[in-house]
């Protein structure tokens, strides 16, 4: 597991829409956690664990994660996942090999995550654990996350109305009404050592017809094997969403990690990094996103990635990259 702690904004985005549905003051819950106010438009952004299962808790603790997370999860797609776990899922051969695609991968949504897979007789247990947040009050709002990805996974090849015989949740409580209505054969059990689905072997046997095309969003190096977190790439991801509001400093950051400012740059030059370097690399990998974006000024990419001058922009772009931000744009534009 990554040191820092992260979750797409996705994940959480699903729980801000039942949120908004009940009235709550989603803007004001956002500022009080210290989450940037943009989350809802950058779905892609990783965010701190800690903060993400802060806000949870302060809508009616475990109760409401139980419940209001349930109801959360029903909206889960399969387009919310990243488009490298899609291209992986949608190639793999058999309804098994999609279901270890989701497990191998499921850190890349959710870096506390640690997954699995055990046979058990006839039926295969797959498993997917919140490892550091064990006693947090809002963990059932992930655990629910967890156990819809595997029913999506699994009703690709069963049909919509598979439903699993077993499901635990490690997290205490009382399942929703909800919940037996809508998996109305699987016997659901609370405060167990696993988040977990238990799954018929013969049914993950069935083969999976493969698509045609990959996933929107997808490259060629999707579907290598990919990129593996790192101290300075989670620190930059976890940096990257409050660029629109105000970059943070390295004493914000070592707040948000829970430590100081002299122990994070410690960490940082341990790893041969330093805090401006993995800033201006969260820079520049939002510039260069944005800057294929032809419409978009280059001015106001560099206002988007927290540079007050242009020129400034512009000098740690070329830096970085070797070409100046202009440059680079029309570098894209021959590249077709």
Request: glycine letters at 6%.
């Amino acid at each position: 597991m990554t040191p820092v702690p992260l979750v797409r904004a996705v994940h959480l985005n699903v729980y801000l829409n039942v949120l908004r549905e009940i009235g709550e003051p989603v803007d004001r819950l956002l500022n009080r956690v210290g989450l940037p106010g943009s989350v809802e438009d950058n779905p892609n952004a990783y965010l701190l664990v800690p903060r993400v299962l802060a806000l949870v808790s302060a809508c009616g603790g475990s109760h409401a994660a139980m419940h209001l997370g349930f109801r959360a999860a029903q909206n889960l797609s399969f387009q919310s996942l990243r488009p490298e776990t899609q291209a992986a899922f949608l190639n793999a051969p058999s309804g098994r090999a999609r279901l270890r695609a989701m497990v191998r991968r499921c850190t890349f949504e959710d870096s506390a995550l640690v997954g699995g897979m055990v046979e058990e007789g006839r039926n295969l247990r797959v498993r997917c654990d919140m490892v550091g947040f064990e006693e947090s009050p809002a963990l059932a709002y992930s655990e629910w996350l967890q156990i819809y990805a595997f029913l999506l996974a699994v009703r690709s090849i069963a049909g919509a109305d598979w439903c699993p015989e077993e499901i635990t949740l490690t997290t205490h409580g009382t399942p929703p009404d909800a919940a037996y209505a809508a998996l109305p054969n699987a016997r659901i059990l609370l405060g167990q050592p696993h988040c977990s689905i238990l799954v018929p072997i013969e049914t993950l046997a069935r083969p999976c017809r493969r698509p045609a095309a990959p996933p929107v969003g997808s490259t060629p190096e999707t579907h290598a094997q990919l990129q593996t977190w790192t101290y300075g790439r989670g620190l930059r991801e976890m940096l990257k969403p409050y660029m629109n509001d105000a970059p943070l400093d390295l004493a914000e950051a070592a707040e948000m990690l829970g430590t100081t400012a002299r122990t994070l740059q410690r960490r940082l030059d341990r790893n041969g990094m330093s805090f401006r370097k993995v800033l201006d690399e969260a820079r520049y990998e939002i510039a260069c996103d944005l800057l294929a974006d032809r419409a978009m000024k280059i001015i106001d990419v560099s206002f988007a990635t927290g540079y007050e001058n242009p020129q400034h922009f512009t000098r740690a772009f070329r830096r970085l990259a070797g070409i100046s931000p202009r440059d680079y744009r029309k570098s894209l534009a021959l590249a077709g």
